[in-house]
């Protein structure tokens, strides 16, 4: 079972409240002196006052309460009994500061009527019982286990503020890192449709005609180049149903071996797809530098450039239909 603070207070109200309107009734079966019932039925009044006012939202009500009690139990010192003079209801400010304030509060309104009853020991010479220590004691061990109460709360409340501070910037940082997360995907897009862009650059691939693919080749070509100009043709020679591909090299400064292999396999791996391959664009210190390095380029076809491979492509086809032609009219 819990109950909140503001709970406890409410409780603590009732119990006042009740607990002066029976003293004020005990108060008129005894007949007791007048004194006395007004106190009572006073006390009854303020304690019902204050609950009221607290329950509306007025939290000056809890100290009132403390100064009030400490004020009633100081009178009832003075003018009380001389034979319990230091009784238990020294305690009842204390109890209630506890509950309703702070360590400060229980030293000072239990302090009030110690000291009242104090005074009146010493002035009326009355005889002090062992429950005066006893009393003493108490009260000291409840500010002392307030304080110790009110500094692990703040202790929790810290580190409930710590950790809510740690969650917050947990969440930030989360979000952030969700954020440069998807900046990051955004620029390994980009520059994925970039690299895609270099590559079909670096490798294009232009319709001459009809079954005719022109790809000509700037720069150096090295073995990841070579890879993707292979696959680019290949794929551009199934999708079009390309019937020759010429290869221009004119943009090439050095061929050597290395390239020439290149060259080599992918005019194979064009063949085996049923497409003739030229290759043009030889340069006289191109041709020099591949005779010196021994370099075969084996039956591949050669043209000095596209157009001229383009014609005998023409030439070729034209001879082709011919011959098909003849032997249809010999059949």
């Given amino acids: 079972m819990s109950i909140t603070q503001r709970q406890a207070v409410l409780g603590l109200f009732g119990l006042l409240a009740s ?40 939290e000056p009500a809890r100290y009132i309460a403390i100064i ?9 010192v003075i003018v009380g009994d001389p034979t319990r003079v230091f009784g ?15 360590p400060r509060w229980v030293a000072v309104s239990s302090g009030v009527p110690f000291i009242v009853s104090l005074v009146r020991v010493i002035i009326q010479e009355t005889d002090t019982k062992p429950t005066t220590i006893l009393i003493m004691m108490l009260i000291g061990g409840m500010v002392i286990s307030r304080i110790v109460t009110d500094t692990a709360m703040r202790n929790v409340i810290e580190h409930a503020n710590l950790a809510k501070d740690a969650l917050a910037k947990s969440e930030q940082q989360t979000r952030e890192l969700a954020l440069r997360t ?23 691939a232009i319709a001459l005609a009809e079954g005719v693919l022109l790809a000509p080749i700037v720069g150096s070509l090295d073995s990841k180049r ?72 084996g039956d591949l076809l050669i043209a000095r450039t596209p157009q001229e491979a383009m014609e005998n492509y023409r030439s070729n086809r ?3 239909s011919l011959a098909i032609n003849k032997v249809q009219t010999k059949t």
């Avoid at 992918?266 to 797809?273: H, V």
């Fill in 318 to 320: 034209q001879v082709s």
């Fill in 182 to 204: 998807e900046a990051l995907e955004r620029n390994n897009e980009e520059q994925r449709r970039l690299l895609e862009l270099v590559a079909i650059l670096e490798t294009p």
């Fill in 226 to 297: 070579a890879h993707t100009l292979m696959s680019r043709l290949l794929r551009e020679v199934k999708d079009r149903q390309v019937r020759m591909v010429v290869i221009d090299i004119a943009g090439v400064a050095v061929v050597d071996t290395e390239v020439a292999q290149s060259l080599l396999r992918t005019a194979q791996a064009l063949r085996l797809l049923g497409c003739a391959v030229t290759l043009t664009g030889i340069s006289a210190s191109v041709a020099a530098t591949m005779t010196h390095l021994g370099v075969s380029l």
């Fill in 19 to 58: 607990g002066a309107l029976v003293i004020t009734f005990i108060f008129i079966f005894q007949r007791r002196p007048q004194l006395e019932l007004f106190f009572g039925s006073g006390a009854f009044i303020v304690y019902t006052g204050l609950l009221v006012a607290y329950w509306r939202g007025w």
């Fill in 88 to 102: 238990p209801v020294l305690l009842l400010p204390a109890v209630m500061s506890l509950i309703l304030a702070g």
């Fill in 68 to 76: 009030t009690t400490s004020i009633l139990i100081s009178i009832d």
